[in-house]
């Protein structure tokens, strides 16, 4: 009997532990006091931005305007009802380049079709026709069908003074977002990437976060002008890892009032291959200025007026090749330069090039260029 007392005194207990534990929530408040009223905290004034911030600020609502979103579609049959339909194929970035309505993009975003949908920012959506192209430069020139208030050109600056370490600004649409900005410095000056359509070179480097989309996107400096064109992005992954390549606005400036005008890119060319990077070192070990030629092409104007390329000996020593060093008089310092002063030639030009041949000898050469796409 006195056991049975004891089990329930014990079960009571515990009950009552259980129950305390239970309510604990609600009656610790009430030994603690009453918790005050919850309420939103207060907002600490921020102040002023700093002035980097309020100029990248009015770079991008100066310039996103003018960046445009461009859809490729594809016209398809329906089996069932026979209706032909349009198909998004393809989207890419462009900005508009003259108050005539041109829109630059690369031309990998619109390569295959003759037409594309272009949206502004205030998400007007026109009609354009692809008036021009030059795969070599991956670049393309689209006309819109209605020009009535659209938004102004974009500043042109230059990219033949540019210094790794600037401060870069590049504006697009990437995965289909609406206006997009992202910052970086330029990393690396004269990249050369291989695409479908042979090596570009010249390239601008950035860390400015280029992602798929953003391709035909402007890439801009500090004071809001346009230095580049995004073109692509190296990474396994498919999305920006920090390394973007812009094509220079000197090519594009040279590259696009061609297509605007003839419908495609024609230069004059010589027939030799050279690099920036490595004329560079060539010329600052020697104390000399210009190009120097690596490679020349079989039948090519080069060749045949006997300009000497780059080569090997038999005991694998280096053997020097001709530096182009100017043309009609004008000075040749870079690979930019020489495309520049060829472009002013129609086919069949004879011009003199001067050439250093061996790092001592100076001799000139006439060739007769000839035209390439």
């Keep these: ?13 515990l009950l009552g532990i259980l129950l305390l534990w239970v309510a ?3 009656w610790t408040p009430w030994l603690r006091g009453a918790p005050p009223a919850v309420e939103p905290r207060p907002v600490q004034v921020r102040g002023d931005l700093a002035a980097d911030e309020q100029a990248t600020i009015s770079i991008f609502e100066q310039n996103s305007p003018s960046v445009v979103y461009i859809t490729t579609v594809e016209r398809v049959v329906s089996l069932w009802s026979r209706n032909v339909q349009e198909i998004p194929s393809g989207t890419g970035t462009g900005f508009v380049w003259d ?9 990998h975003v619109v390569e295959g079709h003759k037409s594309a949908k272009v949206r502004l920012s205030d998400q007007r959506l026109f009609d354009a026709s692809v008036v021009g192209a030059s795969p070599e430069h991956d670049l393309a020139v689209l006309q819109l069908q209605e020009t009535a208030d659209t938004p102004p050109p974009v500043q042109v600056g ?8 600037q401060k870069v600004l590049a504006i697009g649409n990437p995965f289909g977002l609406d206006h997009t900005l992202t910052t970086g410095v330029i990393s690396a000056l004269r990249r050369s990437i291989d695409s479908d359509d042979g090596s570009m070179d010249g390239l601008i480097q950035t860390d400015a976060a280029i992602n798929p989309g953003n391709s035909g996107g402007p890439l801009l400096d500090s004071a809001g ?16 890892a920090g390394i973007g390549f812009a094509i220079p606005v000197d090519v594009v400036n040279r590259v696009i009032p061609r297509l605007v005008k003839d419908g495609r890119y024609t230069r004059p060319i010589l027939g030799v291959s050279v690099d920036d990077s490595i004329s560079e070192t060539i010329n600052e070990k020697l104390g000399t200025q210009g190009v120097l030629v690596l490679q020349v092409q079989p039948g090519s104007p080069a060749a045949s007026a006997g300009i000497r390329p780059t080569g090997l000996t038999r005991n ?27 472009d002013n030639y129609p086919r ?16 000139e050469v006439d060739v007769v260029l000839s035209l390439v796409r």
């Excluded at 009997?1 to 207990?13: D, G, K, V």
């Excluded at 230059?158 to 370490?165: A, E, I, N, Q």
């Excluded at 346009?226 to 992954?237: F, M, Q």
């Design 316 to 342: 694998d020593d280096l053997l020097l090749g001709d530096i182009i060093q100017a043309i009609d008089g004008q000075p040749i310092t870079s690979v930019n330069e020489l495309n520049s002063v060829l």
């Design 1 to 13: 009997m006195t056991e049975n007392r004891a089990l329930n005194l014990f079960l009571w207990i």
């Design 24 to 26: 604990q929530p609600v």
């Design 348 to 363: 069949n030009s004879r011009v003199n090039v001067r050439l250093l041949r061996g790092g001592k000898q100076q001799l």
């Design 225 to 240: 002008r346009l230095i580049g064109v995004n073109v692509a992005i190296y990474s396994p992954s498919g999305a920006s």
């Design 99 to 107: 108050k005539f309505g041109h829109i630059v993009t690369n031309y």
């Design 158 to 165: 230059s990219s033949s003074d540019l210094r790794v370490g």
